[in-house]
T-cell receptor
Framework: DIQMTQSPSTLSASVGDRVTITCRAS??????LAWYQQNPGTAPKLLIY???SLETGVPSRFSGSGSGTEFTLTISSLQPDDFATYYC?????????FGQGTKVEIK | EVQLVESGGGLVKPGGSLRLSCAAS????????MRWVRQAPGKGLDWVGL??????????DYAAPVKGRFTILGDDSKNTLYLQMNSLKTEDTAVYYC?????WGFGWGQGTLVTVSS
């Protein structure tokens, strides 16, 4: 199985801050990586697919980059709706694996 | 619009069985690879298993913790995915999400809660 490791696990930030979350794969996944946002009690919401493609309807302050084993999700200016938990997911193999999550908290 | 609606969750005793359903609409169900993903309370996301589209062989595969106990079935005539769960354990307690993957991208349902407790 491909292991996905996110850092940090928790991030404290303020509205307007630039925020970066990192995801590392245990082996190359090319660009087969997605990022999700999840609020408590709701399903994950797809933000980014194929490492850097923005899902329709997702604000442009979200961006993704990377390939191979190193990926980042950046929120250029944190908004109140963005305080949530974020997960990366590889889909190079059909047995999807996810990072452990990064909780973005209000500072 | 892609829609996935899960149902069938509830409280079941250890060793019991439960069948989840996922009603799909807004896309060609027979062309999609369908998966179940679960999330234990306060924990992250875990892949449970998948069924490939008929055109890709219709085969299934499962994560190690559920192999031999869970079965995924797809009914193309009803656009419905099923997860038959047998020999349930307390560690199977989770919200179960139905997901679809096709050429148009990914879709997720809202999830259904399964609680395994005596």
């Amino acid at each position: 199985d491909i292991q996905m490791t996110q850092s940090p696990s928790t991030l404290s930030a303020s509205v307007g801050d630039r925020v970066t979350i990192t995801c590392r794969a245990s082996q190359s996944i090319s660009r087969w990586l997605a990022w999700y946002q999840q609020n408590p009690g709701t399903a994950p919401k797809l933000l980014i697919y194929k490492a850097s493609s923005l899902e329709t309807g997702v604000p442009s302050r979200f961006s993704g980059s990377g390939s191979g084993t190193e990926f980042t999700l950046t929120i250029s200016s944190l908004q109140p709706d963005d305080f949530a938990t974020y997960y990366c997911q590889q889909y190079k193999t059909y047995s999807w694996t996810f990072g452990q999550g990064t909780k973005v908290e209000i500072k | 619009e892609v829609q996935l609606v899960e149902s069938g969750g509830g409280l079941v005793k250890p060793g019991g069985s439960l069948r989840l359903s996922c009603a799909a609409s807004g896309f060609t169900f027979s062309n999609a690879w369908m998966r179940w993903v679960r999330q234990a309370p306060g924990k992250g996301l875990d892949w449970v298993g998948l069924i490939k589209s008929k055109t890709d062989g219709g085969t299934t595969d499962y994560a190690a913790p559920v192999k031999g106990r869970f079965t995924i079935l797809g009914d193309d005539s009803k656009n419905t995915l099923y997860l038959q769960m047998n020999s349930l354990k307390t560690e199977d307690t989770a919200v179960y999400y139905c997901t679809a993957e096709a050429s148009w991208g990914f879709g997720w349902g809202q999830g259904t809660l399964v609680t395994v407790s005596s």
